[in-house]
């Protein structure tokens, strides 16, 4: 049974830093692409970032040059460093796996390419 869960949300002021965490269980971490997406009050899950088990990235335009995604493969872990962080960054933030990616694919931006989630931490940022 494959579970990802995450860590590190909490509220922090605008222009400050959080760093997210995402374990997985299971050997489906292996050679799985990883993918972060978050959620504000009202609106639709939208994706924020990816990473290859081959470590290429993909960012969402709105958070790009500010977060960045990397992964721990030895510790099955993915990050999430969320620097400049502004108010309209505040969301439920979720992890998701594809399983199915391979060594050298997947990191997509549409949700339906993941296939494992978390259950999301809340990252609130005050004016």
């Known amino acids: 049974q494959v579970q990802v869960v995450e860590s590190g949300g909490g509220l922090v002021q605008a222009g400050g830093s959080l760093r997210l965490s995402c374990a997985a269980s299971?050997?489906?971490?292996?050679?799985?692409?990883m993918g972060w997406f978050r959620q504000a009050p009202g609106k639709e899950r939208e994706f924020v970032a990816a990473?290859?088990?081959?470590?290429?990235?993909t960012y969402a335009g709105s958070v790009k040059g500010r977060f960045t995604i990397s992964r721990d493969n030895a510790a099955n872990t993915v990050y999430l460093q969320m620097n400049s962080l502004k108010p309209e960054d505040t969301a439920v933030y979720y992890c998701?796996?594809?399983?199915?990616?391979?060594?050298?694919?997947?990191?997509?931006?549409?949700?339906?390419?993941?296939?494992?989630w978390g259950q999301g931490t809340q990252v609130t940022v005050s004016s």
């Open positions: 299971g050997r489906t971490f292996s050679m799985s692409a």
């Open positions: 998701a796996l594809d399983s199915h990616s391979g060594a050298y694919y997947g990191g997509g931006m549409s949700s339906y390419e993941y296939d494992y």
């Open positions: 990473i290859t088990w081959r470590d290429y990235t």
